[in-house]
């Protein structure tokens, strides 16, 4: 062949090759930022349950293709076109909901979860799989996996990303890279439509396209509900205060339909009762107004409830409208209460100023609060975004001078945050999770999961509250479930604290709780959590935890423990009267309470303040009311490097929130002024010892008559609740007032241990200085009586 000739031959084909390349270049290139660039929410990564899987990955790679993975198998659920319904408590304030995809299916594994199979040498292997978190990388999702045999550690990644091919056919994308196999070792992933390969130690590429499906339509009107009315109240905030048989906040559905009867003046009544609230039929508890509710949504879900009981109504039908009067008498015949004396407070602590962080566009639903080395403050939202915030310039309590970041989001539910020599984790509903920013943007790239093992289902009242780092190990609390049907029982991790390590393994602490809400480091750097009142809790607890203490909920108890005592904590907090909600706990560090305890309260609102001492070996003490005056129900609180008290709030509808008030943020410094108040009450074998926080005025609470005292025990059953069991009143027979008439000595016959004793002070108490009483109660556990 003629050299010249052969040449050009040769260029031809390098110029066809090339430009087959490039053509191929470019078109992976188109295909890319298509798919990098229509991501149809955001954030297109969220962690929730779904479809009733408690663990899962929801991927909106793009409006034509949502994938979402079931985290616990560590597999590929579905591929659809469609959507999310984000319902649920965070997302819509419906308790019983939960998020649940529609629209039409491109793959599903629902009956089949992808598996993994690894051969060694043709051998199936016994693996264990878990996954590792997630990271992000030129706007796509890496999802981690770590793979176990006998001999063997076996690392993972998976990239999905939606496609198309030269047709525009919708596809999907998977590139794996394995990582720590050698030559004698295969792996296989089992899953539909066909069985994937893995080649060792690199990228392995899957792709599948599917037929066109067309647009979808969210689904509106009831779904899988065989009742408008059923419908409508799993659609409103009814079950926030009412079971379907039980009594609970309010009576249950059942007890309704037991007393009324099923007829038209009944029917327009209650409609009129839902609409304006109110309470006396059923008790004290109020149940809030729904204005805005339709009344043919009404009439059907009061004609729901009322056909849940087949009764005989021959007999003599009950005067209802007169059973609501004589039960709400009118407020000016109710005993006015002066906040602080018999009330809630209403004003800011006078030794504190009060600051409101205010950033626009932001709702401050706090979850979690932790501070980082450098003083910048992090704040995790419970919201749909489930995003976490950096703050800086938080200590000039100034919005204006405030900068602030969102470094996270998609997270399911973060209710706690905790900062480990710099590093940050956070305690998702389903993982404890490290958030990692590998190129200091402030915006994290890994999402590292260090322990996902927890017991946990999809019921919504399954969170995992608060998060401490103490003595090498992670602290945190898993509440109950609340909709468990009569032959399900709890989880066993749950309603626990629990102690995990780096590593992810775990242990349980203590148990026997309901809704821990809460868990800080107190006196003695000892561990404190507070619990709600509900089942098994007939009041709210301040309990301190020792390990294998077991704290009365008795859901779930195996027949062997059925018989087990329960430990009473360290502190009762009375419902409705110094709690309702309580939330986390944290130590003061401020004169003169420091060393003293103060927790939040998300429906009772304000700040308590907790005196602890111990007595023949174990905490008890006193609770007394601290400030209100905020704007939102307290969630958590953090001690801040400034020495101020940072305290965020949360809220929903239905009860779940003070005044109704939904977020907020807030900044309490101490001022260095005197508030005249009770700073402590210890016990003492005769009775008990008063200190104040600044000298009684001359002549002032000499007399046994400045001292209401009361006691009474509780009694854990399985109702919601309970009543003051054997209340009875107690008179301080001798009073003395110490020399520097900080102090004064009651003494009070007839106390009896295991015990709240309840102290009224004279209202008009004042200081030496002229200064009125901050607050006049205080309620002391009396778990024992120091020996003589």
Request: a neutral charge.
């Amino acid at each position: 062949m003629d050299i010249k000739k052969e040449w050009t031959h040769n260029m031809n084909i390098l110029i066809l090759m090339g430009c087959i390349l490039l053509i191929s270049c470019n078109s992976e290139l188109s295909r890319q930022t298509h798919e990098k660039g229509n991501r149809p929410i955001d954030p297109w990564a969220l962690r929730s349950v779904l479809d009733l899987r408690p663990r899962m990955l929801t991927l909106a790679l793009d409006s034509e293709c949502y994938l979402a993975y079931d985290l616990n198998a560590c597999g590929l659920f579905r591929a659809w076109k469609g959507g999310v319904n984000w319902d649920g408590t965070v997302y819509t304030e419906k308790k019983v909901a939960q998020p649940t995809s529609w629209g039409k299916d491109y793959m599903l594994n629902a009956s089949l979860q992808e598996s993994w199979l690894l051969e060694r040498n043709g051998k199936k292997q016994d693996v264990a799989i878990r996954f590792k978190g997630y990271r992000f990388e030129n706007g796509q999702i890496y999802l981690k996996y770590k793979l176990t045999t006998e001999n063997d550690t076996i690392f993972l990644e998976e990239r999905p990303e939606f496609i198309r091919d030269d047709q525009g056919n919708p596809g999907l994308e998977r590139v794996f890279i394995t990582e720590g196999m050698d030559n004698n070792l295969s792996m296989t992933l089992l899953t539909k439509p066909n069985a994937i390969t893995l080649e060792n130690n690199t990228k392995t590429i899957s792709r599948t396209y599917f037929k066109k499906i067309p647009d979808q339509v969210r689904p509106t009107g009831p779904k899988n509900s065989e009742n408008l009315g059923k419908y409508w109240m799993e659609r409103s905030d009814c079950f926030t205060c009412h079971e379907w048989s039980e009594n609970t906040v309010g009576p249950g559905f059942q007890q309704i339909a037991k007393k009324y009867p099923n007829d038209k003046m009944t029917v327009d009544l209650l409609i009129k009762k839902i609409k304006e609230g109110g309470s006396g039929v059923w008790g004290d508890a109020a149940m809030n107004p729904h204005p805005n509710l339709e009344d043919s949504s009404l009439k059907a879900m009061v004609n729901y409830i009322l056909s849940l009981d087949d009764k005989d109504w021959k007999k003599e039908k009950p005067d209802l409208e007169k059973k609501v009067i004589a039960n709400n008498p009118p407020s000016t015949e109710k005993k006015a209460l002066r906040p602080g004396f018999g009330s809630s407070l209403d004003g800011v602590h006078p030794s504190y100023d009060l600051q409101t962080i205010r950033i626009k566009g932001i709702e401050f639903k706090v979850g979690g609060l932790a501070f980082l080395p450098d003083g910048r403050l992090l704040a995790s939202s419970w919201t749909p975004q489930g995003a976490v915030y950096i703050l800086e310039g938080v200590e000039t309590g100034d919005s204006t001078k405030i900068k602030i970041k969102t470094m996270a989001k998609g997270l399911a539910e973060p209710l706690g945050l905790a900062v480990v020599e710099g590093e940050i984790f956070v305690l998702q509903k389903q993982e404890l999770t490290q958030l990692i920013d590998h190129d200091g943007d402030g915006i994290t790239d890994e999402y590292k999961s260090i322990c996902n093992t927890f017991d946990v289902s999809m019921d919504f009242h399954e969170f995992a509250f608060g998060l401490v780092y103490k003595d090498d190990y992670f602290y945190a609390n898993l509440s109950m479930p609340m909709r468990l049907m009569s032959n399900e029982k709890p989880l066993p991790d749950r309603g626990k604290t629990l102690k995990i390590a780096k590593d992810g393994s775990y242990e349980e602490v203590i148990y026997g709780l309901r809704t821990p809400n809460g868990i800080g480091v107190g006196m003695d750097e000892e561990l404190f959590v507070t619990d709600n009142q509900g089942q098994w809790l007939p009041a709210n607890k301040f309990i301190h935890v020792k390990s294998g203490d077991f704290h009365g909920m008795r859901w779930g108890l195996p027949d062997s423990l059925q018989s087990i005592k329960m430990v009473p904590p360290a502190v009762w907090l009375p419902q409705n009267e110094i709690a309702n909600s309580p939330s986390e706990p944290s130590l003061l560090y401020d004169a003169p309470y420091k060393n003293q305890m103060i927790f939040g309260d998300v429906t009772h609102g304000g700040i308590k303040r907790v005196f602890l001492e111990i007595v023949n070996g174990s905490y008890q003490g006193a609770v007394f009311r601290f400030t209100q005056g905020l704007n939102v129900g307290i969630n958590r609180i953090r001690r801040g490097p400034d020495g101020a008290i940072y305290a965020g709030g949360v809220g929903m509808g239905g009860g779940w929130g003070w005044n109704e008030t939904r977020h907020g943020l807030q900044r309490l410094k101490y001022n260095e002024k005197v508030t005249f108040e009770m700073l402590a009450i210890k016990s003492k074998p005769d009775g008990f010892q008063i200190e104040f926080t600044e000298p009684l005025g001359v002549g002032q609470g000499d007399s046994p008559s400045d001292y209401s005292v009361e006691q009474w025990w509780y009694k854990p059953t399985k109702a919601y609740g309970g009543p003051k069991m054997d209340l009875e009143i107690l008179k301080a027979t001798e009073v003395k007032v110490g020399a520097n008439r900080k102090k004064v000595y009651l003494t009070i016959p007839g106390l009896k241990k295991e015990h709240v004793v309840k102290f009224n002070l004279n209202p008009e108490l004042l200081s030496i200085n002229g200064r009125n009483l901050w607050s006049s109660e205080a309620w002391y556990t009396l778990n024992d009586i120091p020996k003589k």
